[in-house]
Each structure stands twice: as structure tokens, then as C-alpha cells.
């Protein structure tokens, strides 16, 4: 009788053991698995407490003509270019992410981490940066101030007539 | 004196701790070394060539000496830091200017830091030129890497904790440069390691577990098994 159910066995149906070990391996796998991806996630916060992408950078009148403000807690600044044009251009370099300075003197943007120069256009002149200065979008409120949104980047061109 | 010594080593607590003789026979001084703990690692025989200094030159014996300084000296500065966006520079200017012996600790876990970068590296170097990568030690030659890669990222985690203008820039560019990953992890692993976009509160916490907790238990149990295989193979 044991014989036959051994034979059994070696013809290919589980044996008792090997079904037990299954269940119980795969059950450790599987609670492994849940813990490291439950790890995984915890280790992700899902709120940050960071500054807000949209913020008020002021009335039009208080820039003057051909001006270049930095908003330092927001790291944009906020450039008229001529009367009336406003554009608000990131002040982050694109190599690695340093806050770059506006050198009046000069006339352009340059960062102090790797020596990236750009104009105030945020085209790249010199040095490592890949890209040239991303511009957010910025629109006039009813309480007459401008208002960048960080979260949206437009294009190269896109300019505030105010 | 003698007798009291005598005394002393026969008393049950002694031999219940040092559980052989006084080591004055062959036999005693074998038992001296497999029964204890710090000793029990050593090879039981070295090669006359493998003692001499100026094989070694003792590069590897002074990395985990400095590990220790680092770990003795970094426990006491966690009595006095907070990892905090408002507390840390404070604490760290605290340690200078305020607590006594505070700059000395600082100093003396600043330096042993630096010191521990190279004295890894030329450790990496001295293996290298004596040829001790070859069989059967290859695999020690990687657990070395990945203990020279720790040591570095200690000195990297280090480095945002005073909270300065130097630590915030640095870990900024760090972290971006994380970003560079391909695949689309990049930017992923760049939000895990800060907590979030910006190096900030989350990515200060972070950095000092990383420094003062997970890297430190990590390099140790690396360091365990560097060590044993090392003399395993006949290294001092």
C-alpha cells in the first residue's frame, strides 16, 4: 500500500510535502513582497509641504522698463522687457538645479555653481546648461497683479501685454 | 600581589569569562586566541611577508580606526543636533562657539571624515598594486567596493547636515544629478532621497537617518565580513 502511493508520487502527483511547502513559501513570498512595497510606499510622501507653484509677483507698475526682479523664495524672476511686455523666466539653472544671479552690469544671467551664462531671454550663452531658462506662465488678476503659475511652462515667445 | 593575582584567575567569575588558563603553554595560547571574540577572526597562521608594514602599511587597519573615531565623535554631536531646517545650522554653530570641547568633536569627526575618504582610497590602491584582488580573495576585492562606495556616501549624507550654503547647493546638484537616471527613475529616486521636490525639512530627516543609522549599520555588517574574509585568506 505505501509502496504504491510512493509510486504515485515519483509518477508525478505532489507529494503531501511538497504541497505543504508550496503553500507556506508561497504565502512568505507573497506577505515579502507586500512588506517591501508597502515599505516602498511609505518611504513616498504623498503631501509636501512646499511652497505653492502659483504666486502674486506684484503689480506691472512696480518693474520698471527693461528690468529683471528675482522673486527669491519663489527662484523666478519677473522681466519687463520693454514697455508693457512682462515675462516671468525661471531662475533655476537647467544643468543642475543652483539659483542663478542676475548681473545687472552685464546684462545676463549667470549661474555660480558651473559658470552657465544665459541673456535675459533665458537663451544659454555659455557654460554646461543643456536648456535655455524655461518661461511660466503669467497672467494679469482682476486686483490688477501678475500671477505666476510655476506648473505651467509656455513657450520661448510668449510674452504679457500689459 | 602574585597570590592575589592567583586568586583572582582561579575565582570562578574569571574562569567563567576566560574560559582557559593562563595562557603559558602552546595549548593555552591556541585557546587564548579561537575563545575569544576579537581574537577568533585572526588566521591561524600568517605568511611572514603579509606582517610586514610596508606590504600593507596598515591602510586597512587605519579605515576602520577612523570608522571608530567617526562613530564615537558622531554619537556625541547627535547629543547636541537636531536635524531641523530651523535648529540644525544653530545647533552646529552651538557645537562651535557654545559647548565645551563642541568645536574639538566637530573638528576631530570633520577631519577623521576627510582622512577616511583617502586612507579607503589608498587602501584600494595598496590591494590593487600587491595584487591581493587575485583568487581567492575577487570577492572580498568587491565587498571592498561596496564599503568604499559607503564611505563615501557617509561623507555625502554628511555634508547637508550643517545646513549651509555649501550643504543645501551641494545636495541640490546631487540630487539633480540623480535625476539624470534613465528610464524614468531618475526623478523618482531623486523624490525618495529628498522627500519631496525641494531640499528641504524632509530631505534634512532623511539625509541624517541615511548618515547617522542605515549607512553606518550597513558599513558594519560589510566591515564583518571584509574583516573575516581577509584573515580567512591568510591577511593579517
Known amino acids: ?162 | 600581589m602574585n597570590r592575589l593575582t592567583e586568586q583572582l584567575v582561579r575565582s570562578r567569575v574569571w574562569r567563567s569569562i576566560f574560559r582557559h588558563g593562563l595562557p603559558l603553554s602552546n595549548r593555552a595560547r591556541a585557546e587564548a586566541v579561537f575563545y575569544n571574540f576579537f581574537l577568533h577572526v585572526h588566521p591561524t597562521k600568517v605568511r611572514r611577508r603579509s606582517i610586514k608594514f610596508t606590504y600593507t602599511w596598515g591602510l586597512g587597519g587605519l579605515s576602520a580606526g577612523l570608522f571608530i573615531i567617526l562613530t564615537v565623535t558622531g554619537a556625541l554631536l547627535m547629543l547636541y543636533y537636531r536635524p531641523s531646517i530651523h535648529q540644525a545650522y544653530w545647533d552646529m554653530k552651538d557645537l562651535q562657539f557654545v559647548v565645551s570641547s563642541g568645536q574639538f568633536l566637530r573638528n576631530m569627526h570633520r577631519w577623521a571624515a576627510h582622512a577616511m575618504v583617502a586612507i579607503v582610497f589608498l587602501h584600494m590602491l595598496r590591494v590593487f598594486y600587491t595584487g591581493s584582488y587575485r583568487p581567492p580573495k575577487e570577492f572580498n576585492w568587491v565587498i571592498g567596493v561596496v564599503l568604499l562606495v559607503m564611505t563615501i556616501l557617509l561623507s555625502y549624507t554628511g555634508y547637508l547636515l550643517p545646513w549651509d550654503q555649501l550643504s543645501f547647493w551641494g545636495i541640490s546638484v546631487g540630487t539633480n544629478m540623480v535625476r539624470a537616471v534613465p528610464f524614468g527613475t531618475g526623478d523618482r529616486i531623486s523624490y525618495l532621497l529628498l522627500g519631496g521636490n525641494i531640499v528641504g525639512e524632509n530631505a534634512l530627516v532623511r539625509f541624517y537617518v541615511l548618515h547617522c543609522f542605515v549607512i553606518p549599520v550597513a558599513a558594519m555588517v560589510f566591515m564583518g565580513i571584509h574583516f573575516w574574509r581577509v584573515r580567512k585568506d591568510g591577511g593579517v
Not at chain 1, 519687463?80 to 538645479?97: D, I, M, N, P, Q
Not at chain 1, 550663452?125 to 505651467?152: E, T
Open chain 1, 1 to 162: 500500500m505505501d509502496k504504491k502511493i510512493e509510486e504515485k508520487g515519483k509518477e508525478g502527483l505532489m507529494s503531501r510535502r511538497f504541497f505543504f511547502e508550496s503553500i507556506g513559501l508561497g504565502a512568505i513570498s507573497i506577505a515579502a513582497i507586500g512588506s517591501i512595497a508597502l515599505t516602498g510606499e511609505y518611504l513616498s510622501p504623498n503631501v509636501v509641504r512646499e511652497p505653492p507653484m502659483k504666486f502674486k509677483a506684484g503689480k506691472p507698475e512696480d518693474f520698471p522698463a527693461g528690468s529683471v526682479t528675482l522673486a527669491a523664495d519663489q527662484k523666478v524672476y519677473i522681466v519687463r522687457a520693454k514697455e508693457g511686455y512682462f515675462y516671468a523666466l525661471s531662475a533655476v539653472c537647467t544643468h543642475l538645479g543652483c539659483i542663478t544671479n542676475w548681473k545687472p552690469e552685464e546684462g545676463i544671467i549667470a549661474c555660480p555653481c558651473h559658470g552657465s551664462k544665459f541673456d535675459t531671454e533665458g537663451n544659454r550663452i555659455a557654460g554646461p546648461a543643456p536648456r535655455p531658462l524655461p518661461r511660466f506662465s503669467m497672467v494679469l488678476d482682476d486686483q490688477g497683479q501678475l500671477v505666476v503659475d510655476k506648473s505651467l511652462v509656455v513657450s520661448e515667445e510668449t510674452t504679457l501685454k500689459v
